[in-house]
């Protein structure tokens, strides 16, 4: 009986201990299948980019490498498992691999609902814009559209449907964009949303709405407040009431960046205003395009340079951009005085029709001035002057012509041709202003603080945006600064330079996630050939695609390749450090 017992334990504990081993091997079995699925997951990715030379952003030197894409993100960066496969693989050999160019001051926010190809910008190897320059794309109210509402639907289809930030946004993510975008509100938007374009110091309760559509703004994704203090409304505005405006953009962790009041003459006056701003507000100081304007000046960057470098020493946070072109572009009535506008083009218009004012302009336009930024003088004149992108179809064939060269043919005075061109084209003309010099350009690109932008809209090579006599920038900036300055005249080191088009521009708006080649970063991301890459256009063939730039990913999606756009549109909105999601 004992015996059976014993017997009977044995057999069930032979079981049990049999059953235990069976669920230990299901166990081990079953997480042997899971990590083997893992391992083959993590080899799976979207597009994987091989054998290139990985400049990462920061500066440091290339090294060899994969990146591995999977959905908006960089999965993986070094060199990657040979078992490792992707719905798209590109061989960079012999290719720089590098994050995706930020242009720092863009004018594409209307642009982009009009003809959002964005083939300029994605040429360049551009992925991300911040633009909003004094003039911003919100807030809008019936003060600010009485001039800009007809031309848009007239000449663009376009209805402004929105009054805020957050309603721009929404319509631009519905709309779809090729480029990461954010923006400033401007200084002088919210001025005229206010006051409108009258030339007089806002009253203590206009200064309150003035600075609530600020706060409003930052709240809804604004990057900081900017100026552009050479034109109307702008110009209108006295330093304390800017400091005013700035300081509601400091609660919200915002950028001060500026157009300076002046860049020629008064420049150094300016850049102390800008400083002080910056001081007294509270917040960052980013000089939009820094540059001397006005042969008598030329030669005297390390000057301008010397100040900028020791506010920086002394502890305030102020940098700068600019771009890679000795002559600026801007609208052709932009070299008339300020006071002109006054009240706006309309008013603007009926002035140059009086002949006793356009006297008192010619006089005023004959010499250099501390109030006020004389382009057509700080050109050299007539000559200096490059009619570009006229609207009015009568006068097309004056596009691409010096105004010397349309009063000689007009047999005008180069004024009169310049105030007559204006009237006629409703002060919609544009002009490049050859103000620059090339030390000048060349001393101010080399400084470690300063990044690259374009000044200039997207557009594309057709359709209702194309201008052929647009300024070479919008085509040719990045590729410029890569191929003419970075490897022909040795300005910088290949690394230095990536690092301003991409680190630098990120770490000063505080882009997360953006500028630089790391893994969980976004897939932004420029693949170019260093030995080719360069511009193409010209002062007087601008409108022509930039070489080298082979690929463009935005967000993980390529957009651009060797010359054609894949259509994609990856592109996100950018909000800054005080939006409040709701």
């Not at 642009?111 to 190809?117: C, G, K, Q, S």
């Not at 893994?519 to 991301?525: G, N, T």
């Not at 420029?526 to 002062?539: E, S, W």
Request: with cysteine; proline share 4%.
């Amino acid at each position: 009986m004992h015996m059976k017992i014993e017997c009977r334990r044995s057999a069930v504990f032979s079981l049990s201990l049999m059953l235990i081993l069976v669920l230990m091997f299901a166990t081990l079995l079953q997480q042997l299948v899971a990590q083997t699925s893992s391992t083959q997951n993590s080899l799976d990715y979207d597009v994987i980019i091989k054998n290139g030379k990985i400049i990462d952003g920061s500066g440091n030197p290339w090294v060899s490498g994969d990146i591995g894409i999977r959905g908006e993100r960089i999965a993986a960066i070094g060199h990657l498992d040979p078992a490792a496969h992707a719905r798209r693989v590109i061989d960079a050999v012999g290719l720089v691999v590098s994050p995706g160019f930020i242009d720092m001051l863009g004018q594409s926010e209307f642009a982009l609902l009009i003809d959002n190809r964005s083939l300029s910008k994605l040429s360049q190897g551009i992925t991300t814009e911040i633009t909003g320059e004094g003039g911003s794309i919100a807030p809008q109210n019936k003060l600010t559209l009485a001039a800009l509402q007809p031309d848009l639907e007239q000449e663009y289809h376009l209805k402004i449907d929105w009054t805020t930030l957050a309603g721009y946004f929404d319509r631009l993510e519905k709309n779809g964009t090729p480029l990461n975008i954010g923006t400033y509100v401007g200084a002088a938007q919210v001025r005229e949303a206010v006051i409108g374009e009258e030339d007089r110091a806002p009253t203590p309760e206009e200064l309150e709405r003035m600075k609530s559509l600020v706060a409003e703004a930052m709240e809804q994704g604004a990057f900081g407040i900017s100026t552009a203090l050479i034109y109307p409304p702008g110009h209108y505005a006295k330093t304390e009431e800017l400091i005013e405006l700035a300081k509601v953009a400091s609660q919200y962790g915002g950028i001060y960046g500026t157009h300076m009041r002046s860049e020629g003459q008064t420049e150094i006056a300016a850049i102390n205003e800008a400083l002080r701003i910056g001081r007294e507000a509270g917040l960052p100081v980013e000089i939009f395009h820094l540059k001397v304007v006005g042969q008598a000046r030329w030669g005297s960057m390390p000057k301008i340079v010397a100040m900028i470098q020791s506010a920086r020493d002394a502890g305030q946070d102020v940098s700068a951009n600019m771009y890679p072109y000795v002559a600026g572009g801007t609208a052709l009535a932009s070299s008339l005085p300020p006071w002109v506008a006054d009240g706006g083009t309309e008013k603007l218009l009926q002035r140059l029709h009086d002949a006793t004012i356009r006297e008192k302009i010619k006089k005023e336009m004959a010499t250099e001035h501390t109030e006020w930024e004389n382009l057509y003088l700080g050109s050299g004149g007539a000559s200096g002057v490059l009619v570009s992108g006229i609207v009015n179809p009568d006068l097309k064939k004056f596009d691409g012509q010096t105004l010397a060269q349309i009063a000689a043919a007009q047999k005008k005075d180069p004024l009169d041709a310049l105030f007559d061109l204006v009237i006629d084209d409703k002060a919609r003309s544009g002009a490049i202003y050859f103000i620059a010099n090339e030390d000048d350009l060349k001393f101010g690109l080399q400084q470690p603080w300063t990044s690259l932008c374009l000044d200039a809209g997207e557009l594309s090579l057709d359709g209702p945006l194309f201008e052929p006599h647009t300024h070479p920038r919008a085509f040719g900036a990045m590729p410029r600064f890569l191929g003419h300055y970075v490897r022909d005249e040795h300005l910088l080191s290949l690394e230095q330079g990536v690092r301003k088009m991409t680190s630098l521009p990120a770490q000063r708006e505080h882009l997360a996630g953006r500028g630089l080649l790391r893994q969980d970063f976004f897939a932004d991301i420029t693949i170019f050939d260093p030995a080719t890459v360069r511009d193409r256009g010209t002062y007087q063939n601008p409108a022509q695609l930039s070489e080298g730039i082979k690929y463009v990913f935005v967000d993980g999606q390529l957009e651009y390749e060797d010359g054609h756009l894949t259509e994609a549109k990856a592109g996100k909105v950018l909000r800054g450090p005080g939006w409040t999601k709701h």
